[in-house]
């Protein structure tokens, strides 16, 4: 083992690539016990009101099924943080799919067969699902997802928007957005002398054991939660998922091991979504572009169950300069499944207003789009008046043009013709902030020179193991090869959740200052004993720590697009994006990371609907042959590069998150683009046919 | 799903006879619709009658110089086949136009003509659907029916039927052949689906344990020109929101032949037949092609949220006219 050492930011292979190319990878639901049982899920089939009786009879004649769980006979949770996980414990019904029975079977197909089988009796009250600009039942509450207040007011906004000699007002609505990870939500539970094991597909075990818990009033030492390979999650896996309750019931109700899979068709109702907003954004500008006010207004649903605010207007108080500034949520309670995080909660939704109201002010005034957004540079974070650690939006959108080859093009719209296809080209900013979690972990020297660190670090997809070896190794001043990554596990020293794109940051810091303090005891002299040297590193105070510094990533996203103009279908040609995020760690997974989000920003635009159904509370597209994530055949010429910056106001690494800020601007880019392509100013996603159709020649 | 039989028979005698005996079996072809319907529990057979390794796997000439396609036939392998790309290029192109090539692998030619709806409320079975359970209503016609019929539905059901290979036989003039426990007969393809009436739980005008041998296709018309042409809402696996097949022959400017029909618009593919009235000796022109599309179109009875389907279909009809117009040149 003598490979010399690799600077960060090497295109470093992924650890585990070959194990899930070749299937050897073993997700929640694959660790078979010979004596598992399954557990089927029952969702309600109303609205809003209360089971009246449940009749198990047929559903335990069914052969294999052995038991059916309601919340007549389920455990009773202790004290579940999230209102969503306190399953089986009443009759009430706040949503459909709601879950109101676990049944539970030798096989998977008997399970089935069992839920199909029960009776399930209900009281039935009248719904709202639907929200709408002026739904009565809209309030304003204290806080936005993320601890942001709901309202911000610098200077008067309303005054100077009345002043402005050129505004922009303007409403984009969005329908339900759902994350559908490539595996669905899974745990598998046993109990085993006390002590309960969990495989469960999470970003973040530590908080999956701190939950279970409380809820089951076990001792933290008494639960191990596994999540050592994890399909995905886009936030969904974020928090704990009612399944994982559900297995660890079942499991201590029949005393064998339980596996709970999500069914797809129920993810939508049990594992959160990307909300509804009704956004309007006013801009007021001077001649020139320079703007004079802002005003960002949201109107969002969440469920009875908890509230959840998708804090859309945030991304316009870190934005752009200006005097002038009104950033406002408010919140309609309605009986649908509870909202959650989705890839950039607020950002993505949020930017997709500003950006396109941003567009719609170049317009007005005739001024190039990339060049309105460099008039608007603020010289400080324009709500909190903060400097930026680093700001490097002007950078990213002119490299982005110059590599787009944005330049001399001409702004009318519906002027390009190719064949059938109506071509445009459109620019979108990107934003997302900088988090850090606490974390710990420990850092191993071995007497043959090897070492291992551990750390409760979830890899969802994304190359953890891999970036956390080159973060250990050029601490340690060793090859990453040299360094045994151990993450996935609860038991491990407690790791903060893989979301927030702070990840890689707050996990980073911790083993940076584990391995750091390993070398300084290495260099103490003396031989490294036969059980080896182990030091261990928390980052508590870190992570308290209030910055001066605004921190953020930046990006711009360029697109180029081909509407049909006898369809209206349109198609992505080229899509291009530049980021400013800090050291890039891993180019190779890094990239991925990038396009990844992109193409989520481009089914966002194009082709990612979600229908709340009015009749009957759910969401209609509940599989993935109606709810249209972007296919191969979608996504085209795809590009992603940054621009490296040197920011000592982060973390050892020099890193910001890279995990959502693909998402962040491309819909607005691509509806831009399409704006340019057919003269169309469409404010409602996704640009289906259905809506170009009344535009096209 | 509830536990069932599994039988693969080795002739089409044995099939048809296995069926007679079984009034709850069903063939199995590919079984990317049937077994999906039996995990969501829309469908629970006793028997599954296993037909998809029959010897009806071939293409073959007929003597009038058209094509016979076995009934297991998969669509991957018709599209690609040499013939059928040559002489019927709207039916490769329908073929490859549909589903993805994982599907595409599996799915047989007799299995995507009688595959069903995808009526978001029909594969749903805590919802009334009568085409599910008669009698229980429709509660698409006032509820989430963007995608669904703007011809033909009635007050019982507004279902599309999703195939794109079944639009290309009916403006081919196929013919499906069947056997059952009365013989054999011939059904034209145009013929084979229904309108939902008042009787929607039935697809198709096949008797019970009837099964699909074969569809045979005419010679394509001398001197004609076909197409297939779909629109979605994505690149690709995603059912037509409306798709046109067309074939056409032109001649010193005017048109001498024509065949149309519909997707994504009805409970059955829809031969449009009053559009080839207006096109058939007209000159072929624009103006013809939105006459014939209007003339077929003027029977549509869109939905609140789905008119959009009723332009979309006249701007594919007369997009597929002038490019096949165009290539007569």
Not at chain 1, 235 to 244: A, D, I, L, N, Y
Not at chain 1, 535 to 562: K, L, W
Not at chain 1, 627 to 643: E, F, G, K, T
Not at chain 2, 144 to 173: F, I, K, N, Q, Y
Request: aromatic share 4%.
């Amino acid at each position: 083992m003598s490979h010399a050492p690799q600077p960060l930011g090497a295109p470093v292979v992924r650890r585990e690539g070959r194990e899930k190319v070749t299937g050897t990878a073993r997700y929640a639901a694959e660790h078979n016990a010979p004596d598992r049982l399954y557990g089927w899920i029952v969702p309600a089939t109303v609205t809003s009101g209360r089971v009246t009786a449940i009749r198990t009879a047929d559903a335990l004649a069914v052969p294999d099924v052995h038991t059916v769980l309601t919340h007549e006979n389920a455990p009773s949770l202790g004290e579940t943080d999230d209102p969503i996980l306190a399953v089986l414990q009443n009759a009430r019904i706040p949503h459909r799919g709601w879950p109101v029975a676990l049944v539970v079977a030798e096989t998977l197909e008997a399970a089935r067969a069992g839920a199909e089988a029960l009776h399930v009796d209900y009281e039935t009250a009248d719904h709202d699902v639907v929200l709408t600009a002026d739904h009565p039942r809209l309030y304003t509450p204290e806080e936005a997802n993320g601890g942001f207040p709901a309202v911000r007011e610098r200077g008067d906004a309303e005054a100077a928007l009345a002043a402005a000699p050129v505004t922009i007002d303007a409403t984009y609505t969005m329908g339900g957005l759902h994350n559908h990870p490539m595996e669905p939500h899974a745990s598998t539970a046993r109990w085993t002398e006390g002590h309960l094991t969990v495989h469960d597909s999470s970003q973040g075990s530590t908080t999956v054991r701190d939950t279970l818990s409380k809820a089951f009033g076990l001792d933290g030492s008494q639960i191990t939660v596994l999540s050592r390979h994890v399909g995905g999650g886009f936030g969904s896996k974020g928090t704990p998922r009612p399944q994982v309750v559900l297995a660890a019931m079942a499991s201590r109700h029949t005393g064998r091991p339980v596996q709970v899979v999500v069914h797809r068709r129920h993810m939508a109702a049990l594992v959160g979504h990307r909300a509804p907003t009704v956004q309007r954004v006013r801009l007021g500008a001077d001649r020139n572009g320079v703007l004079r006010a802002v005003s960002h207004e949201v109107a969002t649903h969440t469920s009875r169950v908890k509230e959840f605010v998708e804090q859309a207007a945030v991304p316009a108080r870190v934005m752009y300069a200006s005097p002038h500034s009104r950033t406002a949520h408010r919140v309609a309670a309605l009986d649908v499944p509870s909202p959650s995080w989705m890839r950039a909660p607020g950002e993505a939704s949020g930017m997709y207003a500003l950006e396109s109201a941003m567009d719609e002010l170049a317009c007005a005034l005739g001024v190039d789009p990339v060049e309105l957004r460099l008039r608007n540079e603020p010289s400080a974070e324009p709500d909190s008046g903060r400097p930026f650690s680093s700001r490097n939006l002007a950078a990213c959108l002119t490299e982005g043009a110059r590599r787009f080859g944005w330049h001399g093009r001409d702004p009318q719209p519906a002027a390009r013709e190719e064949g059938p296809w109506l071509l445009g080209t459109g620019v979108a900013s990107a934003t997302y902030p900088v988090l850090l979690s606490p974390s710990a972990a420990s850092a191993h020297a071995a007497q043959d020179g090897s070492y291992t660190v551990r750390v409760n670090a979830t890899d969802i997809g994304t190359g953890a193991r891999t970036v956390l070896a080159q973060i250990a190794a050029a601490a340690l001043g060793t090859a990453q090869e040299n360094v045994t990554i151990d993450i996935g596990s609860s038991d491990l020293p407690a790791g903060s959740v893989a979301g927030g794109s702070s990840g890689t940051a707050s996990w980073g810091t911790a083993v940076h200052k584990a391995a750091t303090a390993l070398v300084r005891r290495l260099g103490e002299g003396g031989t490294v004993p036969p059980e080896g040297i182990t030091v261990t590193a928390d980052t508590e105070e870190e992570a308290a720590e209030e910055s001066p510094y605004a921190r953020h990533a930046f990006g711009a996203h360029f697109a180029e697009v081909a509407v049909d103009s006898l369809t209206g279908e349109v198609r992505v040609r080229r899509l291009l994006g530049v980021y400013a995020a800090g050291r890039i760690l891993n180019s190779r997974t890094a990239r991925s990371q990038f396009i990844g989000g992109m193409v989520m920003g481009l089914g966002m635009a194009l082709t990612e609907g979600s229908t709340m159904d009015p009749a009957f509370g759910d969401f209609t597209e509940s599989d993935l042959a109606s709810y249209h994530v972007p296919s191969c055949a979608d996504v085209l010429d795809i590009q992603a590069h940054w621009i490296d910056e040197d920011d000592p106001h982060l973390n050892p690494m020099g890193s910001k998150g890279i995990g959502e800020i693909g998402i962040v601007g491309t819909a607005a880019a691509i509806g831009n683009a399409v704006r340019h392509a057919t003269g169309a100013r469409l404010r409602e996603l996704p640009l289906t046919p259905d809506k170009l159709l009344p535009y096209l020649p | 799903m509830k536990p069932f039989a599994y039988q693969r028979p080795d002739s089409v005698a044995e099939a048809v006879r296995m069926n007679a005996e079984r009034p709850d079996a069903r063939f199995l072809g590919g079984g990317t619709n049937l077994v999906d319907l039996m995990k969501l529990g829309v469908e629970s057979p006793g028997l599954l009658i296993d037909v998809s390794g029959l010897p009806l796997d071939q293409v073959t000439a007929t003597d009038e110089g058209g094509l016979r396609i076995g009934a297991t036939v998969r669509n991957s392998d018709l599209a690609a086949h040499r013939a059928v790309r040559d002489r019927y290029p709207v039916l490769s192109q329908a073929l490859l136009a549909g589903a993805s090539g994982q599907l595409r692998n599996a799915a047989t030619t007799g299995g995507n003509l009688l595959q069903r709806t995808r009526c978001p409320y029909f594969q749903d079975t805590s919802k009334p659907c009568n085409k599910r359970t008669p009698g229980t209503g429709c509660p698409a016609r006032e509820g989430v029916h963007r995608d669904l019929a703007v011809l033909g539905h009635s007050e019982d059901c507004v279902a599309t039927h999703p195939s794109d290979m079944a639009v290309a036989l009916a403006a081919l003039d196929a013919t499906v052949h069947l056997h059952g426990p009365e013989g054999e007969r011939a059904v034209p393809v145009t013929e084979l689906h229904r309108l939902p009436g008042d009787d929607p739980g039935r697809d198709t005008v096949l008797r019970p344990g009837e099964l699909i041998t074969e569809v045979v296709l005419p010679p394509a018309p001398g001197g004609s020109a076909s197409l297939y042409r779909k629109a979605r809402d994505r690149a690709s696996y995603a059912f037509a929101l409306a798709s046109v097949a067309a074939v056409l022959t032109v001649r010193d400017g005017r048109v001498q032949q024509a065949s149309l029909a519909f997707g994504g618009l009805a409970h059955r593919p829809w031969r449009a037949r009053a559009a080839e009235d207006v096109l058939r000796g007209a000159p072929a022109t624009e103006e013809t092609f939105a006459r014939a599309a209007d003339a077929e179109l003027a029977a549509a009875r869109p939905l609140r949220d789905n008119g959009f389907k009723v332009t979309l279909a006249r701007r594919l009809t007369v997009g597929a006219l002038k490019e096949l117009t165009a290539r007569a040149g």
